[in-house]
C-alpha cells in the first residue's frame, strides 16, 4: 500500500529548484516555517491522484508538513476522495473532521478553494449548516474563506442563501483573500439569483471593499453595475 512517505519522494522527484521562487509566491498564509520545493500543481495535483487511496492517517501526516507542495497534494487527495463514487460509508464524515481539525494547516487560500466545496460543502448538502457560521466568525481568515467557499456545494443545487448570509457576515471582513472570496462567490451565487445579489450589493454597498463590489457585479447589466460605483 503506498505510504505518505512515498508521495513525497515522488514530489522530490518532480522539483526543480529553478521553480522554488514561482511557486512560493503562490503562498500567503503568512508562516514563515513554510517553504517551496519547486512543483509546480500541474505537476502536483497528478501525482496526487496516484495516491488517492491513502490513509487518512498517512494524509495528516502529510498535512503537518511544512512544505508547501505536500500540504497541497494532501488536500487533492481529500478532495479526489470526497468525489468517489465508491468510497466507504462514512469516509465523508472521517474527510470533514480531518479538514476542520487540521485547518491550522489549511492556512493558504488555495487549500481551501481546493478541497472546502466537496469536503466540506458537498458534505453539509443534507445536514445542518451553522458550523459554517461558526466558522465565518473565527479569528482565522482561512476559516472564515472555508465558511464561503464550501457554500460552492449549494450554489450548484441553486440554493444561495448561505452564501449571501455567510458574505453578509464577512462584508467589512479586512482580509484581503476573504473580500476576493466574497466577490467571487456572491457573483457565482447571482448567476443562479441575480435579484438576490442586487439586493445584496444594495444592503451592503457601504460595507464592502470597492473591489468586492466590483468583482461581485461583473456579470450584472452595465445600468445595474452603476448603481453601485463609488467615487
Request: net charge positive.
Amino acid at each position: 500500500m503506498p505510504t505518505s512517505t512515498d508521495l513525497i519522494a515522488a514530489l522530490e522527484a518532480a522539483a526543480d529548484p529553478a521553480d522554488i521562487d514561482y511557486v512560493a509566491r503562490f503562498y500567503k498564509g503568512g508562516d514563515p516555517a513554510t517553504k517551496a520545493m519547486g512543483v509546480r500543481m500541474p505537476k502536483v495535483f497528478p501525482i496526487a491522484k496516484q495516491f488517492v487511496s491513502l490513509p487518512l492517517d498517512d494524509v495528516e501526516n502529510l498535512l503537518v508538513d511544512n512544505r508547501y507542495e505536500v500540504r497541497m497534494a494532501a488536500v487533492a487527495i481529500m478532495d479526489f476522495q470526497a468525489r468517489q463514487k465508491t468510497r466507504e460509508p462514512g469516509h465523508c464524515k472521517a474527510l470533514f473532521d480531518l479538514y476542520l481539525k487540521r485547518h491550522d494547516r489549511l492556512n493558504n487560500w488555495a487549500f481551501v478553494d481546493r478541497a472546502a466545496p466537496h469536503v466540506i460543502g458537498e458534505h453539509l448538502v443534507d445536514k445542518d449548516r451553522s458550523i459554517l457560521d461558526q466558522l465565518a466568525r473565527s479569528d482565522d481568515p482561512h476559516e472564515r474563506r472555508t465558511a464561503l467557499v464550501a457554500t460552492h456545494a449549494f450554489i450548484k443545487r441553486g440554493e444561495v442563501s448561505d452564501t449571501f448570509r455567510i458574505a453578509d457576515t464577512l462584508a467589512q471582513d479586512t482580509d484581503r483573500y476573504v473580500q476576493k472570496a466574497i466577490g467571487s462567490w456572491v457573483r457565482e451565487a447571482g448567476k443562479r439569483d441575480e435579484a438576490a445579489l442586487v439586493h445584496f450589493l444594495t444592503a451592503n454597498r457601504d460595507r464592502l471593499q470597492k473591489a468586492t463590489i466590483t468583482a461581485a457585479a461583473k456579470l450584472l447589466p452595465d445600468d445595474v453595475k452603476r448603481r453601485f460605483r463609488r467615487r
